[in-house]
């Protein structure tokens, strides 16, 4: 039986020493890659924003952390630069036991008024790049018997928000794909879930916040009557990525203040 404050409560997550892959270092997974490092894992960081990496990198040495974290430069946009984003990481903390994929874009217009370049843009970034990543980090993780993955989908990805339509296409494909892979790969030892914020104030959605009473217009569609930070997505991510949360798999959590139940 485990009792609490017994010895297992140490590293109770069990993420010392993990090499972890996280891809996306801005507002959720700058958080989540300084939450893992913080609790000892060696993490591997993706972003094409230098500046992001590096501010990511100190945040993670100012918290203190036994983990490390890692930056690799790179514009993921494509299956090859996919797979030699997973060499590299390899590479530089070994072969990861955790996988974050916290990239994406929103274009925030009506159907009518899209073109054709936001369609395949955000199908690219937003979905593509967690296929391909997902496919070549799940060939390591199958075959060593072990692994963690986490997407990060959206509320979008369930509710039909307008001016959403390519953005919303791609979280619940994510949320498909998401529970396909946990299928395949769930003998195997690994598991693959998705978190789905709410709003949550970062870089993606400054802009929109700030406009025309945004942010208290959609703070009071929350049931919590707030936005989320964050620090909360992060917290949930790192549960998930855990050994604690060893038999989840296929899950969308929703980190949302309870919005999708409106
Ligand atoms: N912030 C929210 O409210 C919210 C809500 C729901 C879901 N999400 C999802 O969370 C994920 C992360 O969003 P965020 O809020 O942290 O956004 P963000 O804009 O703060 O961070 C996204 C990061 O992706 C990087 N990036 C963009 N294109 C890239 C490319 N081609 N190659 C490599 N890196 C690239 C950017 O440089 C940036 O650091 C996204 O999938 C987003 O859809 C965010």
């Known amino acids: 039986m485990r009792i609490a404050g017994g ?12 090499p972890a892959l996280v891809v996306g270092a801005g507002g959720l997974g700058g958080a989540s890659a300084v939450s893992l490092a913080a609790q000892g894992a060696r993490v591997a960081l993706v972003d094409v924003d230098e500046r992001r990496l590096e501010a990511v990198v100190r945040a993670a040495k100012e918290a203190g952390g036994e983990g490390t974290v890692e930056p690799i430069a790179c514009d993921i946009r494509s299956a090859e630069r996919c797979r030699a984003v997973v060499d590299e990481a390899v590479r530089l903390v070994g072969t990861p036991q955790v996988f974050l994929h916290a990239v994406g874009r929103n274009v925030r217009r009506p159907v009518l008024d ?14 593509s790049t967690a ?46 794909l998401v529970r396909v892979m946990a299928r395949e790969w769930a ?9 789905a914020p709410g709003y949550i104030e970062t870089d993606l959605t400054k ?49 949302d203040g309870g919005r999708v139940l409106v």
């Open 114 to 127: 899209l073109g054709d370049a936001d369609w395949a843009d955000l199908l690219e970034l937003n979905l």
């Open 7 to 18: 010895g297992h409560m140490r590293d109770w997550l069990a993420l010392h020493d993990r």
């Open 131 to 176: 296929y391909w990543l997902g496919q070549q980090v799940g060939r390591l993780m199958v075959a060593a018997g072990y692994g963690r993955m986490v997407f990060v989908s959206s509320v979008s990805g369930l509710l039909a928000h307008a001016d959403h339509a390519p953005y919303a296409a791609t979280k619940g494909g994510l949320n498909q």
């Open 207 to 255: 802009d929109h916040l700030d406009r025309n009473g945004n942010r208290e217009t959609l703070a009071g569609l929350v049931p919590a009557r707030r936005l989320g930070v964050p620090e909360e997505v992060a917290d949930a991510v790192t549960f998930l990525a855990s050994d604690r949360a060893g038999f989840i798999t296929g899950q969308v959590l929703y980190v």
């Open 187 to 195: 003998a195997s030892g690994v598991t693959v879930n998705a978190v």
